[in-house]
């Protein structure tokens, strides 16, 4: 009887406090032939009409117990638009709301997560986010935890404060999003509260804590939706752009004047085409520099607007960071930037396949011409989670012709041994330069996954050729075969001591021998001995690191320290502490010891976040790496500032700042954010930067730029 206590409480709580509720895994919507006023107040009639979710269960931190506050949930729908009403009343614990800007970071925080799978696919969807300041983020889900935090969708919402709690209108243009042709429609639909004060995580569906909320293969059911489509197939968004460029040693100042335009059209509601013409990406935020203490490649994320809608039709994935398309390969040609003419996208889903087909034509310059990049990426579903597929990537100019052809598969399932996740999955692909395969050539990878709440287990075996590679993609490293295996442990011991879990790491590494030559090339390995994850947030982790690694050709580590050839074994410990990020002032302290190469490292990482209020936060990071190598002590130095200021949450500015000592560089952007209507934008953007920064004449900076950049929106 002790066992089915919280089964039964679970079921009978929501009843007892709403009255008539829908228990069930199906939430249905509910018709309006008025326009739904978007104030938070929910207040229309017919959100009295609409039958209500409540049945909201914990998975953190008492799990299958109902949640500690109340919490509603209703779908209405128009003509035009999806409304979710949201009730969250809140009186036994405060209510934290740290954010109003776009894109809020919502960790540490009170916020509401509504998950949406139109094609109810059991893999792809979106992902929206809102706090009770109104403050808005999203996400686009590709699979299970595959999520792209880049993106933005039109959408909107209005919420309200009171002494009962906090309160949500949703408003989600079908526009935004792609769906079956069908006059009825069944989506897959989830929610999540989280309630910062006391660390807790409800939900509606899907609260064991072997899954994602974004697992939409035991997500509920939303049904009622009948005769939608998109009242307008074309949104139109032409821009303009004025603003200044200025460089060390060259002309004065270059007047910037550009226009340009995105035509996208609906297809179908589930199929999506874009034209572009005289691209450009002005207002994209700037990167925040890595410390490489390596001698491969470091990968920096997309943030292109253009390349992120739909980003996961395009994803081939080969191991070890290692892609065989990169979009940011897109418009960059001798590591120096080049204009995109123009060209098109179509992606979206027809039947069981999933389609993502792009062709850019990037401008030709003094060296170099004028270059067509092509992706063609097929994926068919199969059952509930799996799929197979294939991709095509050519890049070619009159210079030269790279073309990738790949295969892979991937089985996904939720219901192994009852309740946990599983994933078996294998990927080929083969380079061919100018019309000819080359030989030693052939990449691959096969890879068995668990990924559950109390054992995490992965291991892959991968290949990457000599003679491989993708113009398209992106190598972290290359000429290698590589053996991945991880075994993560985390059981839920001593909560009566504050403690949420343990976490043990008996091995995490990565094994490499060169492809060409079988001989051993680098061993990376993580354990972890113990971690604790408090029920306050707080982690606690201490870690030791072991490896080894050959190396064949000299290569420059700092502007003092060069690595000779040789095979170099290295072992480093690692304590890290990271306070809850929901406090008013939050930090992080990681400190590493131990060899690099020949020599000795420490490295000391400490960042210090302050949440002011609402309006204004600040976060500010410091790396240090004093290193000694024969008898050389040279200093790696990074320092990154962010300050935000929301003014609402449709109007922010951003200013980051970051210094480099191995470059001896300093950089600063600033960007101005105005939403003057859901879709359309105003942007002002000032980029700053000097080099040699203990000879720098502050006054005449080495680079300095700025654009005005206005994008509307109009839909017809």
């Avoid at 809020?104 to 969807?125: A, C, L, Q, Y």
């Avoid at 000599?466 to 011991?493: C, I, K, M, S």
Wanted: hydrophobic share 35%; net charge neutral.
């Amino acid at each position: 009887m002790k066992i089915l206590y919280p089964i039964i409480a679970g079921l009978i709580w929501p009843i007892c406090l709403f009255g008539q509720i829908n228990s069930s895994n199906t939430i249905k919507a509910t018709y309006s032939g008025e326009k739904i006023k978007l104030d938070g107040k929910l207040d229309e009639p017919v959100w009295t009409q609409a039958i209500p979710i409540s049945n909201f269960i914990q998975r953190d931190p008492d799990f299958g117990k109902p949640g500690t506050e109340k919490t509603q949930v209703a779908v209405v729908y128009t003509s035009t638009a999806l409304y979710i009403g949201i009730w969250c009343y809140q009186v036994h614990h405060k209510i934290i709301a740290k954010s109003l800007q776009r894109d809020f970071d919502f960790t540490g925080e009170d916020n509401f997560k509504i998950v949406i799978s139109p094609f109810n696919d059991g893999r792809t969807g979106y992902e929206f986010v809102i706090n009770p300041n109104g403050a808005r983020a999203d996400l686009l889900i590709a699979a299970n935890d595959d999520t792209n935090s880049d993106w933005n969708g039109v959408w909107d919402a209005a919420t309200i404060v009171n002494s009962d709690g906090w309160f949500a209108e949703v408003e989600i243009p079908y526009n935004t999003l792609k769906f079956k042709n069908a006059p009825k429609q069944i989506w897959a639909v989830n929610f999540e509260r989280d309630i910062s004060a006391n660390n807790e995580q409800d939900r509606w569906q899907n609260w064991s804590r072997n899954n994602s909320l974004e697992n939409f293969s035991l997500a509920g059911t939303l049904s009622g939706l009948q005769n939608i489509t998109y009242s307008q197939r074309f949104e139109f968004k032409p821009y303009v752009l004025a603003g200044w460029d200025f460089k060390k040693d060259t002309t004065p100042y270059t007047l910037v004047k550009k226009i340009g335009a995105d035509l996208n059209y609906n297809i179908t509601p589930s199929l999506k085409l874009n034209l572009t013409v005289n691209t450009d990406f002005a207002q994209v935020g700037a990167d925040i520099i890595q410390v490489n203490l390596t001698r491969f490649n470091l990968y920096y994320p997309e943030k292109r607007d253009f390349f992120l809608e739909g980003a996961g039709n395009f994803e081939f994935n080969l191991g070890n960071n290692n892609s065989a398309f990169y979009s940011r390969k897109i418009g960059l040609e001798n590591f120096a930037p080049v204009d995109i003419l123009g060209g098109l996208r179509l992606f979206g889903q027809a039947g069981q396949s999933n389609i993502g087909f792009l062709s850019l034509q990037t401008a030709a310059t003094d060296t170099i011409p004028t270059v067509n990049n092509t992706v063609l990426r097929y994926k068919y579903n199969i059952g509930e989670q799996s799929y197979i597929g294939g991709i095509v990537t050519s890049k070619i100019s009159s210079r030269s012709n790279n073309l990738i052809a790949g295969v892979d598969g991937h089985y996904l399932t939720s219901h192994f041994l009852k309740n946990k996740n599983l994933e078996v999955a294998a990927t080929f692909a083969e380079n061919i330069d100018n019309g000819k395969f080359k030989a030693n050539s052939l990449a691959y990878r096969i890879f068995v996954d668990y990924p559950n709440d109390l054992i995490d287990h992965f291991i892959a075996i991968s290949s990457l050729p000599q003679n491989f590679n993708p113009q398209l993609g992106f190598l972290t490293r290359d000429n290698y075969n590589a053996l991945n295996w991880h075994l993560v442990v985390e059981p839920r011991w001593f909560n009566q001591y504050g403690i949420r879990k343990i976490e043990f790491m008996p091995w995490n590494f990565a094994l490499f021998h060169t492809q060409s030559t079988g001989e051993l090339e680098s061993f990376n390995n993580e354990t972890r001995p113990f971690g604790l994850l408090f029920k306050t947030g707080d982690e606690f982790q201490f870690n030791t690191y072991q490896s080894y690694d050959r190396i064949d050709v000299p290569f420059t580590l700092t502007n003092k320290i060069e690595i000779q050839i040789g095979k170099y074994h290295m072992h480093n410990y690692e304590f890290q502490f990271n306070t809850f990020t929901g406090r008013r002032i939050y930090g992080q302290v990681l400190y590493n010891w131990g060899t690099l190469y020949n020599g000795d490292i420490q490295t000391l990482t400490l960042v210090l976040g302050v949440n002011v209020n609402k309006h204004l936060s600040f976060k500010e990071q410091y790396n240090l790496n004093p290193i000694q190598h024969n008898g050389v002590d040279d200093q790696i130095r990074q320092w990154v500032s962010t300050i935000r200021y929301a003014f609402t949450n449709k109007i922010d500015i951003a200013l980051l700042t970051q210094y480099d000592s191995q470059e001896d560089q300093f950089l600063s952007n600033f960007n101005l954010h105005w939403i003057p209507k859901i879709g359309s934008d105003f942007y002002l953007v000032w980029n700053n930067g000097y080099d040699q920064l203990t000879r720098a004449d502050y006054l005449k900076p080495t680079i300095s730029n700025g654009v005005l950049k206005f994008v509307w929106r109009v839909t017809f």
